[in-house]
């Protein structure tokens, strides 16, 4: 559903996404993907981070990692995508 997403996005700017759920629960890969195309089209300051530890406390280190390992964002906004 993320063309859905998107297209949500641009039309109401004060919509924002989620992605714990999804940062532990997809492949790896498939999460970057996704993950890519939010930042890309704009929206990494719309990115929010819920790791849903409180009743899955062993994903915390996967969903952390999944978001560390992504290699198209950096932690300054002076070198990129900052998530």
């Excluded at 089209?41 to 280190?61: E, L, Y």
């Amino acid at each position: 559903m993320l063309d859905d997403t998107l297209a949500l996005m641009y039309v109401h700017p004060q919509v924002y996404v989620d992605v714990g759920v999804i940062s532990y629960i997809l492949p790896r890969a498939e999460f970057h993907r996704y993950l890519r195309r939010l930042v890309e089209a704009g929206f990494a300051n719309r990115v929010m981070f819920g790791s849903d530890q409180m009743i899955w406390p062993a994903t915390i280190q996967s969903a952390i990692e999944s978001i560390e390992t992504a290699e198209f964002l950096s932690p300054s906004p002076e070198e990129g995508h900052l998530l």
